[in-house]
């Protein structure tokens, strides 16, 4: 049975616990710690809560008694100096040699960077890895490195555009490579530029772009925005293509990791660290650079009320928050969407850690839980999500049903450690306005998807033994992945396979405020208000349910005992 909520007080909690030990190194000076995150049980003076529902907000009074919100902790300080800092890791790596001594004229040498699917939002200018990278170009140089390639590492990803490398490594490293052809994105379907390292021993095929396998050094450049990032999963999967990722972007694995943000417990991370172990024996030499972010999304400006905590609103952001509403809902979505993907996130840099791949890791990943962590104790019958106008796989494009499915039951509900923040049998609930909408250039085989797949069966284990290959194989697909900018064609049933941790969970998924033949296509529910959601809920459920509103964004991670 879930807990029932103990009080109608505001409860501080720790966000410094961490599954590795001890907290990283941090490079410069740090400012006073932000307050923790906060688990509020709901009383009858608690305000009117904020929630995302895509390009649109709502307020929702939760029942009192039965409720409770989990908020995510405040933005930690970033470093006073990061070009200091990022200079200092690259010099002072972990468990490897300092840069300048691996840097050598004559030798080959490989830049991969974390594509577009993260930061959410994007970054404010200057980007980190722009400047990350220029500080490993200024060492290159000084060694008289001329052989230098800068790639992409989008995996399965679409192609980024020139305006994206632009605003993500800056004119001066574009206008460098990419006129001579030493700035592009990875093209896992490339036949003559992909090549096959090995297996693992649980008979794991290990791919890799051929440029960086054969190069003297691969140098990638990473952001951890959350705890799944990073890692072997950067170059094991980044510069991969489908014969490698698909040995554990499948349903088996999606099951048998609980969560993904929990690398204890994650055969996602098990199955891309045995990738890794392949990547070592076949003397593949990487100096891997992670950097971690605040979550302080919405900086000082007219959406810093999505911060705050709603009890704590002045009168000033109670009339911002209704304006800010109010315009966006007099805008038609093409309006709403242009101005909400043009935010710039003032994220600060919290750490820099260079060197041999599992020991910067281990690092990164003690920053990102103690930015995110929030303890939480017990689970809940019905648990709540505002579902944001960005994800991973539509920044600068339309969040399409299978991707709200994706960010909804994937990324969000495996926001968790430990165990899920709601119980086994439970329902979700999540708001968005999941229309029958795609982006016709990025999402091509998603279209597909859901028209010929979903029309057929809802079921993870029918639709990958049934429909993945003929979409991964599909020549149509394979062009528009290599020449346009379109996701692979298998994307959409990784999307799918994302969720299926939390399809097997559930006993029932509502969407309030979809359209609802859209909502039904996916096997879900709709709900015209979040009272009807949680009526229909408390049908499966019994009287009464507990229900939990999970904030965000900003990120927050529980970690439930």
């Known amino acids: 049975m879930s807990q029932q909520p103990r009080s109608h007080q505001p409860r501080s909690t720790s966000t410094g616990k961490s599954g590795s030990g001890q907290p990283a190194q941090r490079r410069g000076k740090q400012l006073a710690a932000p ?66 001594a691996q840097l050598f004229a004559g030798m080959k040498l490989t830049i991969a960077f974390d594509d577009i699917s993260l930061p ?7 980007d980190i890895r722009q400047r990350v990278i220029e500080a490993v170009l200024d060492l290159a140089a000084a060694a008289g490195v001329d052989d230098i390639h800068i790639i992409a590492a ?26 001579r052809g030493q700035l592009y994105n990875h093209d896992a379907e490339d036949p003559d530029g992909m090549v096959m390292l090995g297996e693992t021993r649980h008979g794991e095929e290990v791919q890799m772009s051929k440029r960086a396998a054969e190069s003297d050094l691969i140098i990638y450049v990473n952001i951890n925005l959350v705890s ?49 172990d392949v990547l070592k024996s076949a003397g593949i030499n990487i100096f891997q650079i992670e950097t971690t972010v605040n979550n302080d999304l919405f900086g000082d400006g007219p959406l810093s009320v999505l911060a705050k905590r709603e009890w704590e609103w002045s009168a000033k952001d109670r009339a911002t928050f209704l304006g800010v509403k109010t315009g966006l809902d007099r805008l038609p979505p093409s309006g709403r969407r242009r101005i909400l993907h043009s935010w710039e996130a003032p994220y600060a840099l919290t750490s820099v850690h260079a060197g041999e791949v599992e020991a910067v890791h281990k690092l990164t990943t003690a920053e990102v839980y103690k930015q995110q962590l929030v303890s939480v104790e017990g689970q809940t019958d019905i648990v709540l999500y505002g579902l944001p106008y960005v994800g991973p796989y539509n920044v600068n ?50 279209i597909d998807f859901f028209e010929q797949v979903l ?28 020449t346009s900018h379109a996701y692979h064609g298998v994307h959409p049933f990784y999307m799918w396979y994302w969720g299926s941790h939390a399809l097997e969970h559930l006993s029932q998924v509502i969407i309030v405020g979809g359209d609802p033949a859209t909502v039904r296509r996916l096997g879900f529910r709709p709900a015209s208000t979040l009272a009807d959601a949680l009526e229909m809920a408390s049908d499966v459920l019994g009287p009464d349910p507990t229900i939990t509103y999970v904030k965000n964004p900003p990120l927050g991670m529980a970690d439930v005992t």
């Not at 959410?120 to 200057?126: D, E, F, I």
């Not at 995996?155 to 994206?164: D, K, N």
């Not at 991370?269 to 890794?276: A, E, F, L, M």
């Open 154 to 179: 989008l995996a399965l990803h679409r192609r980024m555009t020139e305006a994206e490398l632009r605003y993500c490594l800056g004119d001066r490293i574009y206008d460098a490579f990419a006129p």
């Open 120 to 126: 959410l939002p994007k970054m404010r200018r200057p």
């Open 228 to 276: 799944m990032d990073g890692g072997w999963k950067s170059t094991a999967t980044g510069l991969s293509g489908y014969q490698g990722i698909r040995h554990h972007h499948n349903v088996k694995t999606m099951r048998n990791t609980k969560s993904f943000m929990d690398q204890e417990n994650s055969e996602l991370h098990r199955s891309n660290w045995r990738q890794g």
């Open 455 to 482: 029309a057929e069966t809802t079921d993870p284990i029918q639709i990958e033994q049934r429909f993945e290959t003929s979409f991964a194989t599909d020549e149509w697909y394979r062009h528009l992945y290599r």
């Open 35 to 100: 307050r923790p995150g906060l688990v509020l049980d709901v009383d009858r003076s608690t305000p009117p809560v904020l929630l995302h529902s895509g390009e649109q907000f709502r307020l929702e009074r939760l029942p009192a008694g039965r409720s409770r919100i989990i908020y995510p902790p405040e933005p930690l300080p970033g470093l006073e100096h990061p070009d200091e800092a990022i200079r200092d890791a690259l010099l002072n790596p972990v468990d490897s040699d300092p840069l300048p």
């Open 397 to 446: 494009s339309i969040m399409n049903p299978i991707l709200v499915m994706c960010l909804g039951l994937g990324y969000f509900f495996n926001m968790y450690k430990g165990k899920p923040v709601v119980r086994e049998g439970g329902v979700l609930i999540m708001t968005h306005p999941t229309t029958n909408e795609f982006h016709p250039v990025h999402h091509p085989s998603y």
